[in-house]
């Protein structure tokens, strides 16, 4: 970080206070530290603190990627015609935002702005449970005796794949991902749990309308993402 | 099937009852009947019964698809290097179970024999479950106010798109499949059920170590699905 103009966090989240108190005496005046982690609440709790007056502090969540990880994982489209959300504390001088929102338009992304709050809500239903979701359904599937286990592999393709490949992603990264946004998934959690046993009675009692009902409506979010190209 | 040597049955299983009625009086001697549907215990239960004697009885099940339904939705590559199950019931002319499964063969399939029974248990750990879980994820993002909704399909590529797939698929379809399968189906998702409370209650003690152990088991049936090629 000495005499860097921009310094991009890119650790597990869990590292980030570590991380602030190693750089902070290093960086100078009008410096910017950013990052790319996935949650961003805890970010400004534990990296915020340790950024010298003078530094300018633009948290962001470029949301894009793959199950791989490390620098290796990177390749040049990976960014193209996808979301970066900026989280900058208020105050923040707005040439630093510019100057970061400028390196992810560079690489294809477009722009948005949340306060971190709003941020981790959305992130928690539109990544965090589909995460949780994934390992859980693929470990489930894995604690299953060893003889139907064969068997769960090779009849994969009716379903179960789909699954497994987010289930493929770092664990101390998502390890880190689940703690630092506890309350958000928790609560998107509870909700599936209230759906999934809604459908399980429904299931159970032979209520066809009710399931045909609940089908439905989950259709039309799949026609909604093919309509704004994210499908 | 007046006067038809095979007969395959492709509509949703519910319908199956009242399609062996009407089928049953035009099958001539020697002729098979065979499917396509995704349960197998209540096939035999629905269709069985309507097989004249001297007619040959072949539920099968080439599993293969995308989130389409219908004749339009078949492609070329479709069965290529994916399994089809059959479920002759014991007694089966073995002339006719070979025939249907070189059927299945030409169109590029490996094949499998199971019980009715085993078939159902598998299914739904591989597929119905999945399905289940998509439908329920999607509507519950679905549920979430209007605001939030056009973000959850704007950050649907951190995560929630792998979902929404399977989630398109056919209502009636599916309808069927959960009532047809539900004795298996609800006890794989007891299971699920109870693995995602674990994680849940890991995330909400903050138990790191638990929680980077159960992903990790769960990468290792990616790995394994790599390896099968049925990724």
């Known amino acids: 970080a000495d005499?860097?103009?921009l310094v991009v966090v890119c650790t597990p989240i869990g590292a980030y206070a570590a991380i602030g108190e190693a750089i902070a005496p290093r960086l100078r005046n009008g410096?910017?530290?950013?990052d790319v982690g996935s949650v961003k609440q805890t970010v400004v709790r534990d990296l915020g603190p340790h950024i010298?007056?003078?530094?300018?502090?633009?948290?962001?969540?470029?949301v894009a990627g793959t199950e791989h990880s490390g620098p290796e994982a990177g390749f040049a489209e990976l960014f193209q015609g996808r979301w970066c959300i900026l989280t900058p504390p208020p105050g923040t001088a707005p040439e630093a935002v510019e100057k970061v929102g400028e390196l992810w338009r560079q690489a294809g992304m477009m722009l948005e702005h949340m306060t971190p709050a709003h941020h981790d809500h959305v992130l928690a239903i539109t990544s965090h449970l589909p995460h949780l979701?994934?390992?859980s359904i693929v470990g489930t599937a894995a604690d299953l005796e060893q003889?139907?286990?064969?068997?769960v592999i090779k009849f994969a393709a009716s379903g179960f794949r789909d699954f497994t490949r987010i289930a493929a992603s770092d664990p101390t990264m998502?390890?880190?991902?689940?703690?630092?946004?506890?309350h958000a998934l928790l609560d998107v959690c509870g909700r599936l749990l209230e759906d999934i046993s809604r459908l399980q009675r429904a299931i159970?009692?032979?209520?066809?309308e009710e399931i045909e009902?609940?089908?439905e409506a989950s259709r039309e979010i799949r026609r909604s993402l093919i309509d704004a190209n994210q499908a």
Chains 1, 2 share one sequence.
């Open 213 to 215: 009902r609940l089908i």
């Open 31 to 34: 410096a910017i530290v950013s």
């Open 174 to 182: 998502w390890r880190d991902i689940f703690l630092n946004n506890r």
């Open 3 to 5: 005499g860097a103009d």
């Open 52 to 62: 010298p007056e003078g530094v300018h502090f633009v948290p962001a969540h470029p």
């Open 147 to 151: 003889d139907l286990r064969q068997e």
């Open 133 to 135: 979701v994934a390992f």
């Open 204 to 208: 159970r009692w032979g209520e066809g």
